[in-house]
């Protein structure tokens, strides 16, 4: 991989790119860059942000310049160490209801590509994900890749209301809309987990480089755990850890 | 203690301070008061520090009843301003007693006035921020603006024995016509040089679909060398990002903390405290400067801040 850019936000961050694509080797890089950097404590840094290709480091113009600060993220950046930096990533199993009232979309993915709403489902629940980034709104998690088959092009026209848990498809990405909001990604589904309270520290269940896994649910199964994290405030159903090698 | 009760909520009234920091990777935008230089005078008029919460009132006043005899200070776009039937200035210390009606009417120039009072706003922090997050519900009075019936609680405080101004010199004049240094990237390099010399040269109009989320600007076309779409990367106050129509959009306080449109430039960040004051129809020119000149100016503009309360006049 050719070297990252570096290049400047404003007067108060940086951006670090490492290229242009969806990728999980460059996201891989960007996770384990902005872990060892918010180890390394570097003055005046205030905040990193990982993304599917790039880190912004937000910073205090009083206490560093940007110049200072490029030479010694750089210095750490191109350390042979970062390729074994340990990740605590999780690994989350995330229920869905499919179709329906709760995935109004599921039907045009379907035709979209010639197969049975049952396909899609079985597609879309039969991989394993990363979580790219969290974006977009509070705790909205960019989940990839989809598998080619149900890839499918997001609405011309947003909603400008999308139900919390709705579990949304936009090209080769999938996402989880952790509470209600205008969106424009077709909705296979929904999930009665909640993803983001702001009570709770973190506030987000999953962070960049997560893995998750959906499961098919019933309507009622639904019911019962909406039931439940409505009293709890949020959690899913954690898996394993350590899955730094995905 | 509860210091307010609410006759009337105004159009948007909402509890603010200087932000909410540390969660973008949460996806949780940095809110806080659109206009941190009137928030901020606002709160040295009565003895507060920057960080304490304020109400931001947009366009159309609140009328609120004093529970308790406190000082406040109202700062901001020019606004009359009463307290019971009497006359108020803005951008002093002013004492009022526990029944007083205080009563806003429209922001005549500029966009938003703040009112603080003395102690501060008391609402419970949430991610380490007072600020009002409409769009995730949290923050603030219950994660919304004010409505009508809603008591806001104080802070129990001795009030000040002398009362404040701010000089003349320091008040800031919202002339509807706003000049935005800026600095070129993060993605600049995806602008045609005629795109880059359009967006320079032209003057753009604030639109009606503009609030604490951002700005849609309408004006002459910015052209893209090839495509406009991105992979999704983050967004900071200040952000200005062009969509295929080439109309620029500046990203403000709530904007979602990722989007996947080319970026032009930055705005510097005195000047996202100025553009806080923009309302629709409001013009607005951009200007080049270099990183260095920005963070020169921004360091100018975070020590003005910290010497507010220094530079006050005693009545």
């Known amino acids: 991989m050719s070297s990252p850019r570096y290049l400047p936000f404003g007067d108060t961050a940086l951006v670090i790119e490492f290229g242009k694509a969806i990728s999980l080797e460059i996201n891989q890089k960007v996770v384990a860059l902005g872990k060892t950097l918010e180890e390394a404590k570097i003055e005046g840094i205030e905040e990193i942000v990982p993304t599917y290709r790039s880190l912004l480091v937000r910073y205090n113009p009083l206490k560093t310049t940007y110049e200072k600060l490029v030479f010694q993220i750089k210095d750490i950046e191109s350390s ?15 229920p869905i209801v499919y179709g329906g009232e709760y995935g109004p979309d599921l039907e045009y993915v379907a035709r979209y590509h010639g197969l049975t709403p049952k396909q899609v489902v079985e597609l879309h629940s039969g991989k394993k994900y990363r979580v790219y980034m969290i974006g977009f709104i509070a705790g909205f998690p960019y989940l990839g890749v989809v598998p080619d088959e149900i890839a499918t092009p997001r609405l011309e026209k947003p909603r400008l209301k999308v139900p919390a848990g709705s579990v949304g498809i936009a090209e080769k990405q999938t996402g989880v809309y952790p509470c209600e909001a205008p969106g424009g990604w077709r909705i296979i589904g929904r999930t009665p987990i909640k993803l983001f309270n702001s009570l709770q520290q973190p506030p987000t269940l999953l962070k960049a480089g997560d893995i998750v896994k959906f499961e098919s649910i019933s309507e009622e199964e639904f019911q019962i755990l909406e039931e439940v994290t409505t009293k709890t405030g949020f959690l899913a159903f954690e898996g394993i850890g350590g899955n730094e090698n995905f | 203690m509860k210091i307010f009760k609410v006759l009337k909520p105004g159009f948007f009234t909402t509890v603010q301070d200087l932000g909410r920091f540390g969660y973008l990777k949460c996806g949780v935008p940095i809110s806080g008061a659109m206009d941190t230089f009137s928030h901020t005078a606002a709160n040295v008029l009565v003895g507060n520090k920057p960080e304490d919460a304020t109400l931001e009132v947009t366009l159309t006043g609140p009328e609120l009843q004093a529970l308790a005899k406190t000082q406040i200070a109202v700062t901001g776009g020019a606004v009359s301003l009463n307290i019971n039937d009497q006359k108020a200035p803005m951008w002093q210390t ?20 703040y009112l603080s009072v003395r102690g501060g706003i008391n609402v419970p922090f949430v991610l ?6 409409v769009r995730g519900g949290f923050g ?3 994660g919304r603006p004010l409505k009508s019936g809603d008591e806001i609680e104080g802070f129990t405080v001795s009030l000040l024995d002398v009362q404040y101004v701010l000089p003349e010199k320091l008040v800031p004049k919202f002339t509807g016509i706003y000049h935005v240094h800026v600095v070129l ?17 032209s003057q753009y109009t604030v639109t009606p679909e503009s609030d604490r989320m951002g700005y849609r600007l309408e004006g ?22 062009v969509p295929k129509n080439g109309e620029p959009i500046i ?8 989007g996947g449109y080319a970026k032009i430039a930055v705005a510097i960040t005195p000047d996202i405290s100025l553009l ?3 309302r629709p129809g409001d013009v607005i020119a951009f200007s080049k400067i270099t990183l260095r000149e920005a963070q020169q100016k921004t360091r100018e503009f975070y020590r003005l801040l910290g010497s507010l309360s220094s530079m006050l006049i005693k009545m």
């Not at chain 2, 990237?185 to 040269?201: E, R």
């Not at chain 2, 990203?251 to 990722?258: E, F, G, H, K, L």
């Open chain 2, 128 to 133: 380490g921020s007072r600020s009002t997050y």
């Open chain 2, 185 to 201: 990237g993060p993605q600049a390099d995806m602008f045609s040089k005629k795109g880059v010399n359009t967006f320079f040269s």
């Open chain 2, 94 to 113: 002013l004492e009022v007693q526990e029944g007083d009606i205080i009563s806003f009417g429209k922001i005549e120039n500029g966009c938003r006035a």
């Open chain 2, 220 to 241: 002459p076309a910015i052209q893209h060398k090839a495509k406009a779409d991105i992979v999704s990367d983050t967004l900071l106050p200040g952000a200005i990002q």
């Open chain 2, 140 to 142: 603030g009075i219950n």
């Open chain 2, 251 to 258: 990203i403000m306080r709530d904007a979602p903390t990722s």
């Open chain 2, 276 to 278: 806080g004051q923009a």
């Open chain 1, 80 to 94: 042979p160490k970062l390729d074994i930096v340990r990740l605590d990533s999780r690994e989350y199993t995330i």
